[in-house]
T-cell receptor, first 113, second 115 residues
């Protein structure tokens, strides 16, 4: 069965510092990977996704994630964070052929001025 | 509507009572999901509907939980004889179809508190 592990429940960083939110998954078949973001008092929304092709995917607000098959990871990174990036971030995986999204436990990103 | 709509947004109920949570998916979306979000627990998959296919109920935690989807649109999640451990935010999502690469759009959730 597939599972998703987000190693850090909370990540505090200073504004304009780089950040990496870690995500590892367990699956023996091909997978599709997603990062969702939940801003304070808002619903979840898709940040970026990996389906196939280039292993590096980017979002419109400067985040990127790299699919690493050998390490079964899909870490999320941003070179310089802003106060507005304060949110909870969820990694999710869907196995090829499966239809349900399995989510990690989430990482709360807090940006300090 | 423009997005996934859930009602009520908040529900406080007494232990032992039954509750119904409603989800209106985006018009035209054939796939619908229910998740439960508990503090520090991430999102727990509950049930998945796709068109007229039999739903995937593999995530329902007990037989007190059930869900229906009428006419391929609105869905209702019912929790019977609520317990305090049922307290959580219940999230509904819909997607255009059940394809692997289709994005799931989430509602704002229903915060259930069992006292």
């Amino acid at each position: 069965a597939q599972s998703v592990t987000q190693l850090d429940s909370q990540v505090p960083v200073f504004e304009e510092a780089p950040v990496e939110l870690r995500c590892n998954y367990s699956s023996s078949v091909s997978v599709y990977l997603f990062w969702y973001v939940q801003y304070p008092n808002q619903g979840l929304q898709l940040l970026l996704k990996y389906l196939s092709g280039s292993t590096l995917v980017e979002s419109i607000n400067g985040f990127e994630a790299e699919f690493n098959k050998s390490q079964t990871s899909f870490h999320l990174r941003k070179p310089s964070v802003h106060i507005s990036d304060t949110a909870e971030y969820f990694c999710a995986v869907r196995e090829g052929g499966a239809q349900k999204l399995v989510f990690g436990q989430g990482t709360r990103l807090t940006i300090n001025p | 509507g423009a997005g996934v709509s859930q009602s009520p947004s908040n529900k406080v109920t007494e232990k032992g009572k039954d509750v119904e949570l409603r989800c209106d998916p985006i018009s035209g979306h054939t796939a619908l999901y229910w998740y439960r979000q508990s503090l520090g627990q991430g999102l727990e998959f509950l049930i998945y509907f796709q068109g007229n296919s039999a739903p995937d109920k593999s995530g329902l935690p007990s037989d007190r939980f059930s869900a229906e989807r009428t006419g391929g649109s609105v869905s209702t999640l019912t929790i019977q004889r609520t317990q305090q451990e049922d307290s959580a935010v219940y999230l509904c999502a819909s997607s255009l179809d059940g394809g692997r690469n289709t994005e799931a759009f989430f509602g704002q959730g229903t915060r259930l508190t069992v006292v």
